[in-house]
């Protein structure tokens, strides 16, 4: 039997279901070796009997935290899909402010109709067992999870950095042009797309293992920087990490 | 006379980007409760923008929604260009215009065939269709494909957009990338959108009818996306810098999402209003296409946003060949983007694929935000398709409750609700 496969979204822009919907061809293969149970954006259907559940979006409700925990109780395996679901993403941006003070900038005198909490990634809440990381995530690497899950092969994280890949395609080091960049310490994978299309990397695939933070001090010595220059800029992604918050 | 007791919920209606309910509740005929309820977990992005520097700001706009990252991108842009005083090229005009192309014949493409055919094949999505409508699921792929790879070339990736910045591109495409781009409109991508509206010219949309206000950007020598005036079926055209006059937010209990209206109850933004106000501005064979779809303006049966979509994918495929010619004939020069951050409040204004869209920030000397207000077009529709929920509920209550409640989906599926924007929303509840 093909294994049966289910999305679900939590607070976020749907951009990654939209990426897997971009599989384009590819998902008519990935349709002929499982069954997509949940797919609200782009489905009707919908099924509380599934194996694997990719979860889009950050936990901000307390709803949502009911939500994800039926999820895992029914999931075999689930997998936080995106920055958002990793590390709670742009979501985490409103952490910084007290609840009240994010209700009251967006609803006004009507701030008491609605309710939130700070912005949690999903392992935070129930265990996750593979993270997809990423905004948007990379198309090829929910693929390479599927094939190693169907195959009972280990599914891997790139290890790198991302200036490895940046570095391979030939960029010049956006720290030239008097830019900062969080390629040294952030996990690649993402073929260092964003500098490739002329940008720095906001670090959205989160840290590398074992980040080699004093070479990331150094290179902004060099620079004339420090990690206060550029905590702000962290903050966007990885607003729920702990070198984020001090 | 009815006796019909109709009580249903669709929880988190399906096929419409974010979480949204129906609630219907008729007793003996007589309906008690017919609700459209937004329950999208609020992102508080107008909140969460607050310090970060105006590129940043530019750089996460997007992530308001995954489907729309260009429009978003665009009006947080062009906002910031508006509070600085930027100056854009001409050939950045073209690019961005161009850019704005991909992405509404992307997303129209998505609505089309993935979010609303399926209804009126009978099924729940387009995944049963790969193996009984092949062709229909493969043209539908490789348009939307191709749309993507378009957006690519412009600005590195559709979802979320990178070399377009403030003042322009950071990253140029190649002549030769344009020309390709321009081989495949004129050649296939031409082909299969007549094939697309020889498909859609056999979908029977329902019946029905409610008149109520149009309002979409409007310029006097184009079909406005980007930038123009605010123009709306009952008033003169006014700046964007008015739009709060125009929106009028108001909180209601049961929606994370706000809700607006103009000059009526409710006021209709998207293709449909796009088309309403603009139509003479359309090019030639997008205005056969809505002639061979039976579309004519002003039209008031809101099923037949889908319509106008295509209407506007074939303008958007002959306004991209038009740019194409323009920018090849002069070749791409090398350009950086300038520009001098300045203390100030700026207003930008676009088509989203779902309605018009503006982003208003105001920045500190240093180009940082201070405050952002965002209105979305699907905000913008709640209160439209509560209207009219309102007025078709009792014009079908005496059809089978599963009829009803597929009706009912589809009238919101055709808004192409894009609740995550703003908050999620599709679940019809029936209680």
Not at chain 2, 53 to 64: C, E, K, T
Not at chain 2, 330 to 356: D, L, N, S
Request: hydrophobic share 40%; aromatic share 8%.
């Amino acid at each position: 039997m093909k294994p049966r496969v289910a999305f679900f979204d939590f607070t976020g822009c749907e951009g990654c279901q939209l990426e897997v919907l971009n599989f384009n061809l590819e998902i008519v293969d990935l349709i002929n070796v499982v069954d997509i149970v949940e797919f609200r954006e782009a489905s009707s259907d919908h099924s509380d009997n599934y194996d694997i559940a990719f979860i889009e979006g950050s936990i901000t409700t307390e709803k949502e935290i009911e939500r994800i925990q039926g999820i895992r109780n029914n999931a075999k395996i689930l997998v936080s899909l995106g920055a958002c679901a990793c590390t709670a993403g742009v979501n985490a941006l409103k952490n910084f402010y007290t609840m009240e003070e994010n209700l009251k900038l967006v609803y006004g005198e009507n701030a008491k109709w609605y309710k939130t909490i700070p912005a949690r990634p999903v392992h935070s809440v129930v265990p996750v067992d593979f993270f997809i990381h990423g905004c948007p995530p990379i198309r090829g690497e929910v693929i390479r999870l599927v094939k190693c899950l169907l195959t009972g092969k280990k599914f891997e994280l790139y290890h790198d950095p991302v200036c490895v890949e940046c570095k391979l395609n030939e960029n010049i080091c956006v720290y030239e042009k008097g830019q900062t960049c969080f390629g040294p310490v952030t996990r690649g994978g993402c073929n260092s797309i964003c500098v490739n299309g002329g940008r720095h990397c906001w670090g959205c695939r989160a840290l590398v293992d074992e980040p080699n933070l004093n070479a990331e001090k150094e290179l902004l010595a060099r620079y004339n920087l420090t990690v206060n220059d550029i905590l702000g800029k962290y903050r966007i992604f990885n607003g729920t990490l702990e070198v984020a918050k001090s | 006379m009815t006796t019909a007791n109709v009580n249903f919920k669709v929880h988190h209606v399906a096929r419409i980007e974010g979480h949204g309910n129906i609630i219907v509740n008729a007793k003996d005929g007589k309906i008690e409760e017919v609700k459209w309820e937004v329950p999208e977990s609020p992102r508080f992005f107008e909140s969460m923008l607050r310090g970060l520097s105006y590129s940043d700001v530019n750089f996460i706009a997007p992530r308001i929604c995954g489907i729309c990252a260009v429009a978003h991108a665009t009006a947080s842009i062009e906002a910031a260009e508006a509070a600085f005083g930027v100056k854009l090229t001409e050939q950045a005009k073209l690019l961005r215009d161009l850019l704005f192309d991909a992405e509404t014949l992307t997303s129209h493409i998505l609505h089309t065939y993935f979010l609303v055919a399926p209804d009126f094949f009978g099924v729940g999505s387009v995944i049963p269709l790969a193996a009984t409508h092949t062709d229909v699921v493969l043209r539908a792929l490789r348009l939307k494909k191709f749309g993507n790879n378009w957006a690519d070339v412009l600005c590195g990736r559709k979802t979320h957009p990178l070399s377009q910045v403030a003042g322009g591109f950071v990253k140029l495409p190649t002549e030769e990338q344009l020309k390709g781009i321009k081989d495949e409109l004129e050649g296939w991508v031409m082909k299969d959108m007549v094939t697309t509206v020889e498909l859609f010219k056999t979908l029977k949309f329902p019946d029905f009818v409610r008149e109520t206000e149009y309002i979409a950007l409007t310029k006097p020598n184009e079909y406005a996306f980007v930038g123009g005036q605010i123009g709306s079926s009952d008033t003169k055209p006014a700046p964007v810098n008015d739009y709060l006059k125009v929106t009028n937010e108001f909180c209601v209990p049961w929606s994370t999402a706000k809700f607006t209206k103009h000059m009526r109850d409710s006021y209709q933004v998207g293709a449909l209003a796009r088309f309403n106000i603009n139509h003479e501005k359309l090019h030639p064979k997008a205005k056969k296409v809505a002639q061979d779809l039976g579309l004519k303006a002003p039209c008031y049966n809101p099923f037949l946003i889908s319509a106008a979509q295509l209407v506007e994918t074939m303008h958007v495929v002959e306004n991209s060949i038009m740019i194409l010619d323009k920018l090849l004939s002069k070749g791409i020069k090398q350009e950086t983007p300038e520009v001098k951050v300045k203390a100030g409040r700026g207003v930008g204004a676009v088509e989203a694929p779902r309605g018009i869209l503006f982003h208003d920030y105001t920045f500190d000397d240093d180009g940082k935000l201070i405050a952002a207000n965002i209105i979305i077009p699907t905000n913008e529709n709640h209160n439209s398709i509560q209207h009219d929920f309102d007025k078709l509920l009792p014009e079908i209550i005496d059809q089978p409750q599963e009829k009803i409640k597929l009706t009912m989906e589809m009238l919101v599926r055709a808004y192409d609700p894009c609740v995550s924007c703003s908050t999620h929303m599709l679940d019809v509840k029936f209680k």
